[in-house]
Every structure is written in structure tokens, then in C-alpha cells.
């Protein structure tokens, strides 16, 4: 039986065996085992009340003199059905580690463990009768179990061979019997009987003078306290926990690495397109591009015919422009295709200087680069100077 | 599961199996890395290189018009050459604008300029000695766009005589159209 994205609705399988449950079951689900009552010591206890952190240590001295196993081969859990200030009755359930796992070993070698192992009587009971003394008979494999149940604990419980009415004519007044040995009343408030033993119905309640009320599958089953996990299928369990985390997290981990991979393969991938882009459109514009270079380069290797920039005249213009004062004097020019060289005079080294800044300013004159060497002073302390030029 | 290979290891297997593991693990993913970087570093600067290469087109072909009318003047405007006979001509109208503002002509020759791919060429070289405001507008009148005359070489000096005469020596070119064909 299982919850359905735990929305109220329970997927239920009618299972032969724990083979075919543990093909159901998922890694790392979280499950409950229901242990039939031939796999457990349940007993009814009653116990002087203590402070509750003594109860687990009385009842598994209680349960060590009941059953024939060392403790540490027992697992035992217990509730309580009834608590005054002198005594408590205790509802105590013991179950053998070995045979436990021999039943559980389809689980185990698949790894699943379950969350908790607790006895399907009791979860019947709880389910059907949380509330006051009841009889609950039903069938566990070809047996029929009854069980004696307070306040939704199992307190007394019995295995029957036989599933015939006169069979239970002989078994069920056995069981009341052994219920008064142990304090329980035997007038139970509620009979309860499994749909399943419909033929049994008129025997239990000629025995009984009640008429027993039919139940069904638990759907969901009502949660019982009593956890017989035992220790190593906790630390068990931790550890398949654990290890499911780490594969978790390992698969992410190889999610977003894969991730990484693919964004950046995609990034690649992109550029490439984009560098395809381009270079289609470069393609498509270079005999454009092709001749627009080569006017360019035709135009600038014409440009000393067409500039009037390059002109001697205009050069000669910007450069009279460029004179400080009347005293700074030209001398020589020359001018070929490859270089300006002016040669002049100027009444001090500063005005020489003046005049190569002035040049440098001139916008008309951008067209080249001009260098003056230091000036050379004359015997009158004038300065001879020589500009030289380059075009850009 | 753990693999039953993994559980009959010992301790010390186990760490050592891991430690391999993961050694190779860190190699192959530095390797698989380092070429996807090269990949991704290859791919980004190959589109660096386009993307420059793009923009300066984008630049170039916005100027597309300027550039075809620029060409378009220089076939409608650059003369054609018609033989050696242009030096001569060349000649002639240097002597023409020369005389014009009364400048004398010294030492006149002719003769074939370079021949690039842009241009050919024919030259007159002159010397002058004249003050210097004739000079000037014997330069100005010379060159004009249209004209496509070029002083490939200019030689003006103060005279040692006179201060206010300049001495000139000129070299003179014409720039025909390139020949076509050739």
C-alpha cells in the first residue's frame, strides 16, 4: 500500500511475498514493515510507574526472561495502554534481529530499509480502535490471528490454526480466558472482523452476544508509536540516506557540469555563427571596400596636383603667416616630393623657435610634419635656423 | 550499489583507487578545458578580427559616394597624355604664365617623368631670377586642380646680389592619366 504523491489516495497491491514489494519500491523510499504476529513477543505488562527513561530498561528485563534470545539479538519497543500513579500497563513487543532479517532479506539485498517496523496488529488496532478494549480477528497468511487490543496497543494476541467456526468455537474462549489471567476484561466494547471472514461472523457473535463489525483494508493505516528497527538497519539506513544524498548531489553536480559543457559549446557555436555572419557580409562588400582603397591610394598619391595644400605657394603663404615679426627672414626654400627644407634668419634663438611653433599651430600647414634643428648663432647673435618637413 | 570490486578492496585500496580516480578525473577535465578554452579563445578573436575588419568597411562604404564621385573626376578631369609632345606644351605654357608677370626663364629643359600606376608624367625645368611678389603669382598661376601640375622640385634662394631678388630653380611636371591597357 502506498500514498500517491501523499495527495489521500493510496495505491494498494496485493502482494505474495516481500520479492514483489521490493520490486515496487524505489531507492531510498521511505516505507513501513508490518510484521505479522508469528514474528513477535507481544506481551501485556504491568509495571510500577517510573520516571519513563526507566520504562525501556524494565521492559526489555521483562521480555529478556520471556524470550530465549541475549538481548542484543532483541529489539524491542513498547507504548503504553494505561498509566495511574502506582502502575502503568505497558504493551510491550519484542521481535528476534536474526529472524528479522531473514524475513526482510528481499528488502535488504535491494537495499531498501525500511523507516520503521512495527506489527501490523497494531496498526489494525490503531486504526479501527483507538479508543477502548477490542477483539480483532483476521487473517495473516493461512492463520487466523486474533488480537486483543487497549487504547489502540496490542496487549494480548493469538495465532489459530484452523479458520473453521468450530475451531474458533474451541480457540476464542481460550483466548478470553488468558485475557482474565492477565487483568483484561474479557467484555469487549467492540469485536472487530476482517471482511474477509464474513463466514465466521454468526460464530463470533454467538460467542460474544454482540454482532462483530466488518473491516476492511486500512486506507491510510492510522500511525503506531511501536518502532522495532533495529540498531545496525538504523545505522544502515543512515548511511543509505546519506549515500542517496551524495548521489544526489553527485548527479546535480554532473547536471550542472553537463550544463556548463553545453552552454559552452553553444558559446562557441555562437561566435562561430556570428564570425560566419560576418564574413559573409565582408564578402559581400570588399569589391566595394577593394575600390574605394584604391581611389584612396590613387587620390593620395595624386594629391601634391590636387591639394592646394601641397602647393609651393601655399605652403610659402602659411609659412610667411607663421613669421613672428618682419625681422625673422626666409632665406632659402626647397621643396620637392618628399620634403619641405626652410632656411631662414631670425635677430634671436627664441624667435627662431617662435616661428618652428607658429609652423607647428598652423592648421593649413597639418599636412606635414615639421622638425627644427637647433638654431645656429651668427656672429651678430642672430640665429640661422632650418625647418625641415615631411608630409604626413 | 557499490560495486562488490569496490567492497573486497581495503582501506588504504580504497583511498588509493579514489585518489587515482580522481588524479585522472582532474586530467581529463584540464585537457577537455584547455581545449575548449583554445576553442572559445580561437572562435573570440577570429570574431575580433571580423568585427574589426567589418567596422572599417561600414567606415569605407559610408564614403562609397565621395569615393566613386572622386573617381569619376579624375576620369573626366586627369589629362591624357599625347606623347612626348607634352613636355614641350608644358613648356610653352610655363614660359606663357612666365612672361605674363615678366619673369625671365634661365636654362629651360624638357623631358619624360616617372610612369607610375597613377600617373604619367612629362617635366620642364626652369630657373628664375625675379623679386619676389612676380614670383609668387607665377607659382599661384601655375598650379590649379584641374591642371594637374605638380612642382616636383623647388629651389628659391634670397640672391647674394641683390636682397630683393629671388633665385629659382623649378622642376616642372604634368601628371597624365596612367596609359590604360598596359
Same mark, same amino acid.
Given at each position: 500500500?502506498?500514498?500517491? /504523491?501523499?495527495?489521500?489516495?493510496?495505491?494498494?497491491?496485493?502482494?505474495?511475498?516481500?520479492? @514483489?514489494?521490493?520490486?515496487?519500491?524505489?531507492?531510498?523510499?521511505?516505507?513501513?514493515?508490518?510484521?505479522?504476529?508469528?514474528?513477535?513477543?507481544?506481551?501485556?505488562?504491568?509495571?510500577?510507574?517510573?520516571?519513563?527513561?526507566?520504562?525501556?530498561?524494565?521492559?526489555?528485563?521483562?521480555?529478556?526472561?520471556?524470550?530465549?534470545?541475549?538481548?542484543?539479538?532483541?529489539?524491542?519497543?513498547?507504548?503504553?495502554?494505561?498509566?495511574?500513579?502506582?502502575? /502503568?500497563?505497558? /504493551?510491550?513487543?519484542?521481535?528476534?534481529?536474526?529472524?528479522?532479517?531473514?524475513? *526482510?532479506? =528481499?528488502?535488504?539485498?535491494?537495499?531498501?530499509?525500511?523507516?520503521?517496523?512495527?506489527?501490523?496488529?497494531?496498526?489494525? $488496532?490503531?486504526?479501527? $480502535?483507538?479508543?477502548?478494549?477490542?477483539?480483532?480477528?483476521? =487473517?495473516?497468511?493461512?492463520?487466523?490471528? /486474533?488480537?486483543?487490543?487497549?487504547?489502540?496497543?496490542?496487549?494480548?494476541?493469538?495465532?489459530?490454526?484452523?479458520?473453521? =467456526?468450530?475451531?474458533?468455537?474451541?480457540?476464542?474462549?481460550?483466548?478470553?480466558?488468558?485475557?482474565?489471567?492477565?487483568?483484561?476484561?474479557?467484555?469487549?466494547?467492540?469485536?472487530?472482523?476482517?471482511?474477509?471472514?464474513?463466514?465466521?461472523?454468526?460464530?463470533?457473535?454467538?460467542?460474544?452476544?454482540?454482532?462483530?463489525?466488518?473491516?476492511?483494508?486500512?486506507?491510510?493505516?492510522?500511525?503506531?508509536?511501536?518502532?522495532?528497527?533495529?540498531?545496525?538497519?538504523?545505522?544502515?539506513?543512515?548511511?543509505?540516506?546519506?549515500?542517496?544524498?551524495?548521489?544526489?548531489?553527485?548527479?546535480?553536480?554532473?547536471?550542472? #557540469?553537463?550544463? *556548463?559543457?553545453?552552454?559552452?559549446?553553444?558559446?562557441?557555436?555562437?561566435?562561430?555563427?556570428?564570425?560566419?555572419?560576418?564574413?559573409?557580409?565582408?564578402?559581400?562588400?570588399?569589391?566595394?571596400?577593394?575600390?574605394?582603397? @584604391?581611389?584612396?591610394?590613387?587620390?593620395? *598619391?595624386?594629391?601634391?596636383?590636387? #591639394? =592646394?595644400?601641397?602647393?609651393?605657394?601655399?605652403?610659402?603663404?602659411?609659412?610667411?603667416?607663421?613669421?613672428?615679426?618682419?625681422?625673422?627672414?626666409?632665406?632659402? #626654400?626647397?621643396?620637392?616630393?618628399?620634403?619641405?627644407?626652410?632656411?631662414?634668419?631670425?635677430?634671436?634663438?627664441?624667435?627662431?623657435?617662435?616661428?618652428? @611653433?607658429?609652423?607647428?599651430?598652423?592648421?593649413?600647414?597639418?599636412?606635414?610634419?615639421?622638425?627644427?634643428?637647433?638654431?645656429?648663432?651668427?656672429?651678430?647673435?642672430?640665429?640661422?635656423?632650418?625647418?625641415?618637413?615631411?608630409?604626413? | 550499489?557499490?560495486?562488490?570490486?569496490?567492497?573486497?578492496?581495503?582501506?588504504?585500496?580504497?583511498?588509493?583507487?579514489?585518489?587515482?580516480?580522481?588524479?585522472?578525473?582532474?586530467?581529463?577535465?584540464?585537457?577537455?578545458?584547455?581545449?575548449?578554452?583554445?576553442?572559445?579563445?580561437?572562435?573570440?578573436?577570429?570574431?575580433?578580427?571580423?568585427?574589426?575588419?567589418?567596422?572599417?568597411?561600414?567606415?569605407?562604404?559610408?564614403?562609397?559616394?565621395?569615393?566613386?564621385?572622386?573617381?569619376?573626376?579624375?576620369?573626366?578631369?586627369?589629362?591624357?597624355?599625347?606623347?612626348?609632345?607634352?613636355?614641350?606644351?608644358?613648356?610653352?605654357?610655363?614660359?606663357?604664365?612666365?612672361?605674363?608677370?615678366?619673369?625671365?626663364?634661365?636654362?629651360?629643359?624638357?623631358?619624360?617623368?616617372?610612369?607610375?600606376?597613377?600617373?604619367?608624367?612629362?617635366?620642364?625645368?626652369?630657373?628664375?631670377?625675379?623679386?619676389?611678389?612676380?614670383?609668387?603669382?607665377?607659382?599661384?598661376?601655375?598650379?590649379?586642380?584641374?591642371?594637374?601640375?605638380?612642382?616636383?622640385?623647388?629651389?628659391?634662394?634670397?640672391?647674394?646680389?641683390?636682397?630683393?631678388?629671388?633665385?629659382?630653380?623649378?622642376?616642372?611636371?604634368?601628371?597624365?592619366?596612367?596609359?590604360?591597357?598596359?
Amino acid at each position: 500500500m502506498r500514498s500517491i /504523491s501523499r495527495n489521500g489516495v493510496w495505491d494498494v497491491h496485493a502482494l505474495e511475498n516481500l520479492e @514483489e514489494a521490493a520490486n515496487l519500491l524505489n531507492s531510498g523510499e521511505e516505507f513501513v514493515l508490518g510484521l505479522p504476529i508469528n514474528m513477535v513477543l507481544a506481551q501485556r505488562l504491568r509495571l510500577p510507574t517510573v520516571d519513563p527513561q526507566d520504562f525501556p530498561e524494565m521492559v526489555r528485563i521483562q521480555v529478556e526472561k520471556s524470550f530465549p534470545y541475549s538481548p542484543d539479538e532483541v529489539t524491542t519497543d513498547y507504548e503504553i495502554i494505561e498509566q495511574t500513579e502506582s502502575d /502503568s500497563v505497558i /504493551s510491550a513487543v519484542a521481535v528476534h534481529n536474526e529472524r528479522l532479517s531473514e524475513m *526482510a532479506a =528481499p528488502l535488504l539485498l535491494r537495499g531498501h530499509i525500511p523507516s520503521q517496523v512495527t506489527v501490523y496488529a497494531a496498526q489494525r $488496532a490503531a486504526t479501527h $480502535a483507538a479508543e477502548g478494549r477490542a477483539l480483532l480477528i483476521y =487473517p495473516e497468511g493461512e492463520k487466523l490471528i /486474533s488480537a486483543i487490543s487497549e487504547n489502540g496497543k496490542l496487549s494480548l494476541t493469538r495465532t489459530l490454526d484452523a479458520r473453521e =467456526p468450530e475451531q474458533l468455537q474451541r480457540d476464542l474462549p481460550q483466548l478470553t480466558l488468558s485475557a482474565e489471567l492477565q487483568g483484561i476484561n474479557s467484555l469487549f466494547p467492540s469485536v472487530l472482523l476482517d471482511e474477509t471472514c464474513l463466514s465466521l461472523r454468526d460464530t463470533v457473535e454467538s460467542l460474544f452476544a454482540q454482532r462483530p463489525e466488518l473491516v476492511g483494508l486500512e486506507m491510510p493505516p492510522a500511525p503506531v508509536k511501536l518502532n522495532l528497527l533495529p540498531e545496525q538497519w538504523k545505522q544502515q539506513r543512515v548511511q543509505l540516506l546519506r549515500r542517496a544524498e551524495w548521489r544526489q548531489r553527485l548527479l546535480w553536480a554532473g547536471a550542472a #557540469y553537463g550544463a *556548463a559543457l553545453v552552454l559552452f559549446f553553444a558559446y562557441v557555436f555562437a561566435i562561430r555563427l556570428m564570425v560566419g555572419s560576418l564574413d559573409k557580409r565582408v564578402a559581400r562588400d570588399a569589391s566595394e571596400v577593394a575600390f574605394i582603397k @584604391e581611389t584612396e591610394a590613387t587620390w593620395k *598619391a595624386l594629391a601634391p596636383a590636387i #591639394y =592646394p595644400r601641397y602647393y609651393p605657394v601655399e605652403v610659402l603663404l602659411h609659412l610667411l603667416e607663421s613669421l613672428p615679426n618682419q625681422n625673422v627672414r626666409i632665406t632659402a #626654400y626647397k621643396q620637392s616630393a618628399r620634403q619641405i627644407q626652410v632656411e631662414g634668419e631670425a635677430p634671436s634663438a627664441a624667435l627662431a623657435y617662435e616661428f618652428a @611653433e607658429n609652423i607647428k599651430k598652423n592648421r593649413d600647414l597639418r599636412a606635414f610634419a615639421f622638425e627644427m634643428g637647433s638654431p645656429r648663432i651668427l656672429p651678430n647673435d642672430h640665429a640661422q635656423f632650418r625647418l625641415e618637413a615631411k608630409p604626413k | 550499489m557499490i560495486p562488490a570490486w569496490y567492497l573486497r578492496m581495503n582501506q588504504r585500496e580504497r583511498l588509493l583507487a579514489v585518489s587515482v580516480a580522481g588524479i585522472v578525473f582532474l586530467l581529463i577535465n584540464l585537457w577537455i578545458w584547455s581545449a575548449l578554452f583554445g576553442m572559445a579563445g580561437k572562435a573570440h578573436a577570429a570574431f575580433s578580427a571580423r568585427r574589426t575588419a567589418r567596422a572599417e568597411q561600414i567606415i569605407y562604404l559610408k564614403e562609397y559616394k565621395t569615393w566613386a564621385n572622386r573617381e569619376k573626376w579624375l576620369e573626366k578631369t586627369q589629362p591624357v597624355s599625347k606623347g612626348e609632345v607634352d613636355a614641350s606644351t608644358l613648356l610653352d605654357q610655363v614660359k606663357q604664365v612666365a612672361s605674363k608677370h615678366a619673369i625671365l626663364l634661365e636654362n629651360p629643359a624638357i623631358g619624360l617623368g616617372d610612369a607610375t600606376s597613377t600617373h604619367q608624367s612629362v617635366f620642364a625645368s626652369v630657373e628664375t631670377k625675379c623679386a619676389w611678389p612676380p614670383l609668387v603669382h607665377f607659382l599661384y598661376d601655375m598650379q590649379r586642380p584641374e591642371a594637374f601640375i605638380v612642382f616636383e622640385n623647388v629651389n628659391l634662394i634670397i640672391d647674394s646680389s641683390d636682397p630683393t631678388i629671388m633665385r629659382g630653380k623649378f622642376k616642372i611636371a604634368k601628371w597624365f592619366a596612367p596609359s590604360r591597357g598596359k
